[in-house]
C-alpha cells in the first residue's frame, strides 16, 4: 500500500480531477476521450510495473519517469485548452495532437520507411566501410601512423557542409542523403575503431600470438572483440550523427520522410502537425537507442 | 656449453645434474642477449647461457627487473634475442609454435570468451582435429580436471583471478604442448589458491604420459623450490645466469614437513642471500659514493 502514494499517482489524480473539473475553452479542441484512453493506459502499465517489479529501484525510476510525463502533461493542458494562456495558433492543445497523430498515421507510417530507408542505408554502409578498414589500419603500426593525422584534418568537419556538394554532384536526393549519412557516421566509427585497436593490451595481442593464430583470426577473433567497447562507443556517435543529417537533408531537399514532414507542414504554418513530427521523431530515436542498447549489452555481456 | 643444439644430453654440464642423465636437451638459450633498443644501458638481459632438460621442471627467479619475463617472451617467440640463439630440441625459435603452451599473470584468457570458449579456441588455433561439439567436450573434461566443470559458461569477469588461472592451465594442458611456460602465473592470486594452484599444477603435469618441460618464472622463492627440479638465479646486474641450484626433494613433496627441513632452509637462504647480494652490487655500481656503497654492500653480505 505505502507504494501507491507517489509524484505518478498524485499527478495522474490531479489530472482525472482536471479534466472532470475544468472546462474547456479552447474551441479549437479535439474530443478529449483519446487522451483519456492514453493516459488511463500509461497509469495501468505504470501500476502493473509497480506491483510485478521485483527490482525497487527500477520500479521507483518507472514510476518517476511516469510522473515527469504527467507533470509535462498536465502544464500543457492547463496552458492550452483549460485556461488558454497561451497563442492557440502555436501552441495546439494534447488532444489535437494526438488526434492528428491518428489521423496521420498513414502518412508517418510513409515517412518513416523512407527515412529509415536513408538511414539503414548510409548507417550500415559506414559500419560495413569502417569498422574492417579501421581494423586493418589500426592493426599495421605505420599505417596507422600515416593515417592517424589525416582523421584528425577529416574527422572534425561537420557532415552537414558537404550536403550541398553532395546534392550537385550526385545524380539523386536519396543517393546524395545515404552519401551524407555514410559520411557522417563513418568518421566517429571509424576514428574510434582505429583508436581502438591502437590500444588493445598488449598482453591480450600476446596471449594470441602465443597460440599461433592466423593474421585473419587475430583481425576477427582477437582484435575485433577487443576493440568492441570502442566501436560500439563510435556507432554510437554515428548512430546520433547520422540522425541529425538524415532529417537536416529530408528538411533541405526530400519529398518525404519525417524531416521533410516538420518542413513541409511549418511552411504552412500548422504548427499542431510539426509537434505531432516532432514527437514522432522522438518516439522513433527513442525506439531506435532502445534496440542498440540492448545489442550493446549483448555483445558487451563479457564485461562488467 | 659447447655442445651441438639437439644432440642427446649425454653427461651433464651443468654442476648440479645428478638425475636425469638420459634426459635429452629441450631448451637450449646460448649467449642470449636482448634488449629494447635505444641507449647503451638499456640491456635488459646480458648474456644467458641455460638448457632445460625434457621433463624437467626448471624455475627461474631474480630480482624485480633482472629480465626475466624478458627472457620467458624470448624463449615463447614473442621477442627475437637481439644476440645469441634460442632452439626447441635443436631447431631455432622463430616465433610463437604450439609445441610451447604460455600461461600469463594476467589476461591468458580472452576475456569475451566463456571459460569453454577460450579452451575450444585454444585447440582450434593448435589444429586439433574434431567438430565444434567434440572440442567442446575436451574443453569440458578439462576443466572438469581443474575442477571447473560449473564455470565452463561464464566469462573470465565472472571468476575469480584464481579460477581464470585454472581454466588457464586446463587450456595449456588440453592443447598439450610438450613445454610450458609461466610466467609468474600465480603471483596475482591469494595464498591460499596459490597453494591450491601449485599443486593442481604439478598434478596435471604428473597425470599425463609425457611429463611436460615447465619453464617457471616467479619471484616467489617458496614457490620456485616446491615446485621445481633446478631453480635458476639471474642477476638484474649482469642479466645474466647468476647460479643454479638443484633442488633435491623427491617428488610427490609435502609442503609442511618440506618447509620445515634444514635442507629446505638452507637452500632456500643461499637463494636470499643471492638476491641481497646483487642489490648490494648494483649499489656499489651506482655512481652514488661507491665507498659508502661497498660498505653497505659488506654489511649486507
Known amino acids: 500500500m505505502k507504494r501507491l502514494v507517489s509524484a505518478a499517482n498524485f499527478l495522474f489524480m490531479l489530472l482525472v480531477v482536471l479534466f472532470v473539473a475544468i472546462p474547456c475553452r479552447r474551441p479549437d479542441n479535439a474530443v478529449e476521450t483519446p487522451l483519456l484512453w492514453l493516459v488511463g493506459g500509461i497509469q495501468i502499465f505504470y501500476l502493473l510495473n509497480l506491483v510485478s517489479r521485483k527490482e525497487p529501484q527500477k520500479a521507483e525510476t518507472v514510476g518517476d519517469v511516469t510522473a515527469i510525463g504527467y507533470a509535462v502533461l498536465l502544464a500543457w493542458e492547463l496552458t492550452t485548452a483549460r485556461y488558454n494562456l497561451v497563442d492557440p495558433m502555436l501552441y495546439p492543445t494534447p488532444s489535437a495532437v494526438l488526434q492528428l497523430f491518428v489521423k496521420d498515421r498513414a502518412d508517418l507510417a510513409k515517412g518513416l520507411l523512407s527515412s529509415l530507408q536513408l538511414l539503414a542505408g548510409g548507417y550500415a554502409a559506414a559500419l560495413i566501410a569502417a569498422i574492417p578498414l579501421a581494423l586493418v589500419i589500426g592493426w599495421r603500426k605505420r599505417l596507422f601512423r600515416a593515417v592517424s593525422p589525416v582523421t584528425k584534418v577529416l574527422g572534425p568537419i561537420p557532415p552537414i557542409v558537404y550536403i550541398p556538394y553532395a546534392i550537385a554532384i550526385l545524380p539523386t536526393f536519396k543517393m546524395s542523403s545515404i552519401f551524407i549519412i555514410f559520411v557522417g557516421a563513418f568518421w566517429p566509427i571509424f576514428i574510434n575503431t582505429l583508436n581502438g585497436v591502437f590500444t588493445v593490451d598488449r598482453k591480450i595481442i600476446d596471449s594470441a600470438r602465443v597460440l599461433n593464430v592466423p593474421e585473419g583470426t587475430m583481425l576477427f577473433r582477437v582484435i575485433l572483440p577487443a576493440t568492441m567497447p570502442a566501436i560500439i562507443s563510435g556507432a554510437n556517435i554515428g548512430l546520433v550523427l547520422s540522425f541529425i543529417l538524415l532529417t537536416a537533408a529530408e528538411m533541405i531537399g526530400a519529398t518525404s520522410g519525417l524531416g521533410w514532414y516538420v518542413k513541409y507542414f511549418s511552411d504552412f504554418a500548422d504548427y499542431s502537425r510539426v509537434i505531432v513530427g516532432i514527437i514522432f521523431i522522438g518516439l522513433v530515436v527513442t525506439v531506435i537507442t532502445f534496440v542498440m542498447d540492448k545489442l550493446e549489452k549483448r555483445l558487451l555481456r563479457w564485461r562488467s | ?301
Open chain 2, 1 to 301: 656449453m659447447g655442445r651441438l643444439p639437439g644432440r642427446p644430453f649425454a653427461i651433464s654440464e651443468v654442476h648440479n645434474n645428478m638425475d636425469a642423465i638420459s634426459f635429452p636437451e629441450n631448451i637450449t638459450l646460448k649467449n642470449v642477449s636482448f634488449s629494447y633498443g635505444g641507449a647503451e644501458n638499456t640491456d635488459v638481459l646480458g648474456d644467458i647461457t641455460l638448457s632445460v632438460r625434457k621433463g624437467e621442471f626448471v624455475s627461474i627467479v631474480g630480482p624485480s627487473g633482472c629480465g626475466k619475463s624478458t627472457l620467458l617472451s624470448l624463449v615463447a617467440g614473442l621477442n627475437r634475442p637481439t644476440g645469441g640463439s634460442i632452439a626447441i630440441d635443436g631447431v631455432p625459435v622463430s616465433g610463437p609454435g604450439r609445441d610451447r603452451g604460455v600461461v600469463f599473470q594476467h589476461y591468458s584468457l580472452f576475456p569475451w570468451m566463456t571459460a569453454r570458449a577460450n579452451i575450444v579456441f585454444a585447440l582450434q588455433q593448435a589444429r586439433e582435429r574434431g567438430s565444434h561439439r567434440e572440442l567442446a567436450k575436451t574443453a569440458d573434461r578439462y576443466l572438469e580436471l581443474v575442477g571447473l566443470k560449473e564455470a565452463a559458461d561464464k566469462f573470465p569477469c565472472h571468476l575469480s583471478g584464481g579460477m581464470q588461472q585454472r581454466v588457464a592451465i586446463a587450456r595449456a594442458f588440453a592443447v598439450d604442448s610438450p613445454i610450458l611456460l609461466m610466467d609468474e602465473p600465480f603471483s596475482a592470486v591469494d595464498t591460499r589458491n596459490r597453494v591450491a594452484l601449485q599443486e593442481l599444477l604439478l598434478k596435471l603435469r604428473d597425470n599425463g604420459s609425457d611429463r611436460k618441460t615447465v619453464l617457471f618464472i616467479t619471484h616467489d622463492i617458496d614457490e620456485a623450490i616446491i615446485l621445481a627440479d633446478r631453480v635458476v638465479v639471474l642477476s638484474s646486474l649482469t642479466g645474466s645466469v647468476r647460479e643454479q641450484f638443484k633442488v633435491p626433494f623427491s617428488r610427490p613433496r609435502h609442503r609442511t614437513p618440506l618447509l620445515k627441513s634444514p635442507d629446505y632452509v638452507t637452500l632456500r637462504n643461499g637463494i636470499i642471500d643471492l638476491f641481497h647480494k646483487d642489490e648490494s652490487e648494483i649499489l656499489a655500481a651506482g655512481d652514488t659514493d661507491a665507498f659508502e656503497a661497498s660498505a653497505i654492500g659488506g654489511v649486507l653480505s
